[in-house]
């Protein structure tokens, strides 16, 4: 069975900090690691990771993923009272097979941040 | 374009209450999902559909019966509502089995069975 486990469950920092958010799967025909933030609503993309050690980033956030590892990190430099929000990844099987790009997600990481 | 529109947005059911939750979405997507999301358990998939007329179970089926008669609805059903069934659910999208951005969601229903 597939499993994606993320760390911590939850996160309280002020502004300002620096913060590290985990994830690991164990995914069968692992294709790629997705990040979402979900406020108040729907989950929104962030990143998707498909390649080992090649760091992806966007303003104050970046991640990288670790298929040795199994393991992806989420960075967020500079932490605003805006990024508090549920952190959720996901893993995704390759396509075809009885997978039918079905993710699976982590239980999510709640970062509050402070001002 | 509206995406995915999810309704209702809210609802309180009773004990045993049955109803459904209609998931449109006008992007031409073949693939589409139910989750629900529940405090610390993330999302995890009830049911999906593959195509018109196509469904699946997911992780968590019991209890819920889904139909896909057209290819923009993906129609989510509660029988028999219990507490336990007191969730967000959230429906997704995506065009089919290439293309590589995850999920277009919803913006999700919370239900309360009393």
């Known amino acids: 069975e597939d499993k994606v486990v993320q760390s911590p469950l939850s996160l309280v920092v002020h502004e300002g900090d620096t913060v590290t958010l985990n994830c690991s799967y164990e995914v069968t025909n692992f294709r790629s690691l997705l990040w979402y933030k979900q406020e108040k609503k729907a989950p929104t993309f962030l990143f998707m990771l498909t390649s080992s050690g090649i760091e992806k980033k966007s303003g104050r956030l970046s991640s990288i993923l670790d298929k040795k590892e199994l393991s992806s990190i989420l960075n967020i430099t500079a932490t605003q009272t805006g990024d508090s929000a549920i952190y959720l990844c996901?893993?995704?099987?390759?396509?075809?097979?009885?997978?039918?790009?079905?993710?699976?997600f982590g239980q999510g990481t709640i970062l509050t941040v402070h001002p | 374009n509206a995406g995915v529109t999810q309704t209702p947005k809210f609802r309180v059911l009773k004990t045993g209450q049955s109803m459904t939750l209609l998931c449109a979405q006008d992007m031409n997507h073949e693939y589409m999902y139910w989750y629900r999301q529940d405090p610390g358990m993330g999302l995890r998939l009830i049911h999906y559909s593959v195509g018109e007329g196509t469904t699946a179970k997911g992780e968590v089926p019991d209890g819920y019966n889904v139909s896909r008669l057209k290819k923009q609805n993906f129609l989510l059903g509660l029988e028999s509502a219990a507490p336990s069934q007191t969730s967000v659910y959230f429906c997704?999208?995506?065009?089919?089995?290439?293309?590589?951005?995850?999920?277009?969601f919803g913006s999700g229903t919370r239900l309360t069975v009393v």
């Open positions: 997704a999208s995506r065009l089919g089995p290439i293309g590589h951005y995850g999920y277009t």
């Open positions: 996901a893993a995704r099987p390759n396509a075809g097979g009885t997978s039918y790009g079905k993710l699976t």
